[in-house]
């Protein structure tokens, strides 16, 4: 129901929600996305551990935002509806990691504002998430530069957070895997919250969640200097409508 008092474009294409098969769930994240078809033959799907360990309810709200509605799902089935944007920026999602992921943090820390996080477990989740993003961002450097062991690495991780011993491990294999891959996610986090406060600054009492969220959203798949490029373009035509 919050949806349309902080976002004035909002995709045709809902999305749907499955459960992980236990059977997999062990190695897999708490949840990921799964977009909706490029051409919009069928929505996207929500995916979320059938292991209760590994998603527990408290996560649930972070989650969502950030993978659903209006994260990932949200995100790019609108993307695939902006015909007159070119194909790498509609359809280039995971090679913009920092643009891409940035936005689902944003996302998270935007429920907040939207009232999503209703009891002291659900705003725990919250910082639980964020808890995450942070000791990740030191493991990943402490396996690529530092030469950090694998058990390490999970050690580390296990100290900090309330995560599953199997979804630790998971995890390190995939930053293992994908160097610096997990630090696209806070870049791209820090330069959305940036923008926003350079909006809010810049406009005041005339800053529209609507408007802030539709350029950024618009703007597709790409590099955050292009972003930031966009978003100011946007600043600039909205400060001279004032202005005129």
Same mark, same amino acid.
């Given at each position: 129901r919050r949806i349309p008092e902080f976002f004035g474009l909002i995709p045709r294409i809902t999305y749907g929600v499955q459960s992980i098969p236990e059977s997999v769930s062990a190695r897999m994240p708490p949840a990921y996305a799964q977009p909706s078809a490029a051409d919009g033959s069928s929505a996207g799907i929500f995916w979320i551990s059938s292991l209760p360990s590994k998603a527990p309810s408290f996560l649930h709200p972070a989650l969502v935002v950030h993978e659903a509605w209006p994260g990932h799902l949200m995100h790019l089935a609108l993307l695939n509806e902006q015909t007159d944007t070119p194909a790498f920026r509609r359809y280039g999602a995971v090679k913009y990691t920092a643009c891409v992921e940035g936005w689902? /943090?944003?996302?998270?820390? /935007?429920?907040?504002? =939207?009232g999503l996080y209703t009891t002291p477990h659900e705003h725990y989740g919250r910082l639980e998430m964020e =808890?995450?993003?942070a000791v990740r961002l030191v493991v990943d450097t402490g396996i690529h530069v530092q030469g950090w062991s694998r058990e390490q690495a999970v050690a580390y991780m296990a100290e900090h957070l309330t995560l599953s011993r199997e979804t630790i491990e998971g995890e390190v294999d995939r930053y293992a895997a994908l160097p610096a891959q997990a630090l696209g996610y806070q870049i791209g986090n820090l330069k959305l919250r940036e923008l926003r406060r350079r909006a809010e600054g810049r406009l005041g009492t005339r800053f529209s969640h609507r408007g802030f969220h539709e350029a950024v959203m618009t703007a597709g798949a790409v590099t955050l200097p292009v972003l930031d490029d966009l978003v100011e373009d946007w600043l600039?035509?909205?400060?001279?409508?004032?202005?005129a």
């Open positions: 689902a /943090l944003y996302c998270e820390n /935007l429920g907040i504002e =939207m =808890m995450w993003r600039q035509r909205q400060e001279s409508r004032h202005a």
